[in-house]
């Protein structure tokens, strides 16, 4: 038995390899036109759990995607978009020309040059490294973000995108130091950021309606007996009742954009409003946290780890659940996050399967990996370690993982508990452990891998 699992996994290896080095190849983009890649994944899914054929819906897909959105080299702006008063305001299209193509050309390329080898052209999570670094980058086309400000099924604000690029994400592979235009290493300027934010939008957008477009296919078209999700040839027809079938079915992508933008369409309001108690101690950090528990306010500080403690192992918050009783994120070690979910749960396969994946993985499916709940002695925090991050972690949970938001509980589980909560997990902090959820390549293998 252990022999044939091994070699199952030597060929996944082997199958993933292949992979990248066919991304590898394809990077090698001096004369092939740069394209984005159809999510071919998201349409097999469809095609094992309920036996269709997509192949057209493809193919249309990305003929509409295309007229919508642009290229790579030359991206746009849907009309539907543009010609909205509130949604043209999204995207400024100076920050979209900046973003996007050739990093060979001046003004251009940031995406190419700075996110690109690991969040891939199309934003599919699928850059030229991503199979190296644990956590895998994040595949935009969902839609779903972890580390916001806003409720967990929102959107993030363009503000939390923009603290993430400037900070990067602690114990992840996303480091704030990117190679500057003067030589030197360090973080974007803030134009830059702001420009490639928005080129992060339009590629989840764009995803996310490319996702649409073969969820109503699967589910609402008789897709064997040739319905299609819209016809590019009918638009020219001579026939009106054709034209007409071809507006219909331009109309739904059209609508289907303007939905998809619409839930981007978030201010400052949307941010949960956070009241930072005054009457208990809340330190900002590790450091202040050792400081405080010597000072005046040590007692105090104390009980409130204390009581922190009681309800992380306790059944209403039920924290060591996952994390564990000590914190050390090895109480529940095999659940999935979403992105992994969706193209082996949620189709009726099993992520330890490997052989079932096998379709999926040569289609662009990163293998499995389970997620790991946070272990705090560590004491890093992806999404920032202010105690109002922290906050929005707890209120809302993390969308796409199993980290659930915290449900208050009158008398025994209040607002004031998420703080004494928060104490209990920074004060976890050991100095000495090594941080065991680092990347597992530097960022010089980064670049070697990517030239
Ligand atoms: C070395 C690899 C790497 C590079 C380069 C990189 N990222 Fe990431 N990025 C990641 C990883 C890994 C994650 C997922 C972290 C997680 O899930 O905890 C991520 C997540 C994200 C997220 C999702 C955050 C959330 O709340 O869910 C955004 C947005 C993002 N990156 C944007 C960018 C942009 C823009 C650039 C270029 C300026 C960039 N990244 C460069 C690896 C990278
Ligand atoms: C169902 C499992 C589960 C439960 C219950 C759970 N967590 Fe988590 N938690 C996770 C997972 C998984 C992650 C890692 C998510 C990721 O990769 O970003 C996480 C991450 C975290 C983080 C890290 C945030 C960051 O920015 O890195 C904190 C803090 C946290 N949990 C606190 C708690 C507290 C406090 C409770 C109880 C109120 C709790 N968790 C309950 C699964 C859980």
């Known amino acids: 038995m252990k022999r044939l699992s091994v070699a199952h996994s030597l060929s996944l290896s082997a199958l993933l390899l292949s992979a990248l080095g066919f991304t590898l190849l394809a990077g090698c983009r001096s004369e092939i036109p740069v394209m984005f890649e159809e999510n071919l994944v998201h349409a097999k899914k469809w095609?094992?759990?309920?036996?269709?054929?997509?192949?057209?819906?493809?193919?249309?897909?990305?003929?509409?995607?295309?007229?919508?959105?642009?290229?790579?080299?030359?991206?746009?702006?849907?009309?539907?978009?543009?010609?909205?008063?509130?949604?043209?305001?999204?995207?400024?299209?100076?920050?979209?020309?900046?973003?996007?193509?050739?990093?060979?050309?001046?003004?251009?390329?940031?995406?190419?040059?700075?996110?690109?080898?690991?969040?891939?052209?199309?934003?599919?999570?699928?850059?030229?490294?991503?199979?190296?670094?644990?956590?895998?980058?994040?595949?935009f086309r969902a839609g779903i973000f972890k580390f916001k400000s806003t409720a967990r099924n929102d959107k993030p604000l363009k503000s939390d995108i923009v603290r993430l690029i400037k900070h990067g994400i602690a114990g992840s592979s996303m480091v704030p130091e990117y190679q500057l235009p003067d030589g030197q290493v360090g973080p974007l300027p803030d134009d830059q950021i702001e420009a490639l934010v928005d080129y992060v939008i339009y590629l989840s957008m764009r995803g996310e309606v490319e996702r649409a477009m073969f969820d109503e296919a699967a589910m609402n078209l008789f897709l064997d007996?040739?319905?299609?999700?819209?016809?590019?040839?009918?638009?020219?027809?001579?026939?009106?009742?054709?034209?007409?079938l071809f507006e219909e079915q331009w109309g739904y992508?059209?609508?289907?954009?303007?939905?998809?933008?619409?839930?981007w369409l978030l201010d400052e309001s949307d941010a949960i409003e956070i009241e930072i108690p005054d009457d208990m101690p809340i330190p900002a950090t590790h450091q202040e946290l050792t400081e405080m528990l010597a000072g005046d306010d040590g007692d105090t500080l104390r009980a409130s780890i204390e009581r922190g403690r009681e309800l992380f192992v306790g059944t209403i918050a039920s924290c060591s659940k996952c994390h564990g009783n000590e914190g050390r994120g090895d109480g529940q070690e095999a659940d999935y996050d979403d992105w992994t979910k969706d193209w082996t749960i949620r189709a009726g396969l099993k992520p330890e399967d490997e052989a079932s994946l096998?379709?999926?993985?040569?289609?662009?499916?990163?293998?499995?990996?389970?997620?790991?709940?946070?272990?705090?002695?560590?004491?890093?925090?992806?999404?920032?370690?202010?105690?109002?991050?922290?906050?929005?972690r707890l209120n809302q949970g993390i969308a796409g993982t199993p980290m659930p938001a915290v449900t208050l509980v009158p008398g025994q589980f209040e607002e004031q508990d998420i703080w004494h909560l928060i104490n209990f997990v920074r004060s976890l902090k050991k100095e000495q452990t090594p941080v065991v959820d680092k990347p597992l390549v530097t960022r010089d293998d980064l670049t070697e891998a990517a030239d």
Do not use: M
């Not at 662009?364 to 202010?386: M, Y």
């Open 225 to 244: 007996e040739g319905e299609r999700i819209i016809n590019p040839s009918l638009a020219n027809s001579q026939d009106p009742e054709e034209v007409e």
């Open 47 to 139: 095609e094992i759990q309920d036996d269709l054929q997509l192949d057209q819906v493809i193919e249309d897909t990305q003929w509409a995607l295309a007229e919508l959105f642009g290229t790579p080299d030359n991206p746009k702006l849907p009309d539907a978009i543009l010609e909205d008063e509130e949604l043209a305001g999204l995207i400024s299209t100076e920050h979209l020309l900046a973003a996007s193509g050739p990093d060979t050309i001046a003004g251009r390329g940031l995406y190419r040059q700075h996110c690109a080898r690991c969040h891939g052209i199309t934003g599919n999570g699928r850059g030229e490294t991503a199979a190296l670094v644990e956590p895998y980058p994040r595949d």
């Open 358 to 392: 096998i379709p999926l993985i040569a289609r662009g499916a990163l293998p499995p990996r389970t997620i790991k709940p946070r272990n705090f002695e560590e004491g890093v925090f992806r999404g920032g370690d202010r105690p109002e991050d922290l906050y929005h």
């Open 253 to 263: 992508f059209v609508d289907t954009v303007v939905d998809v933008a619409d839930s």
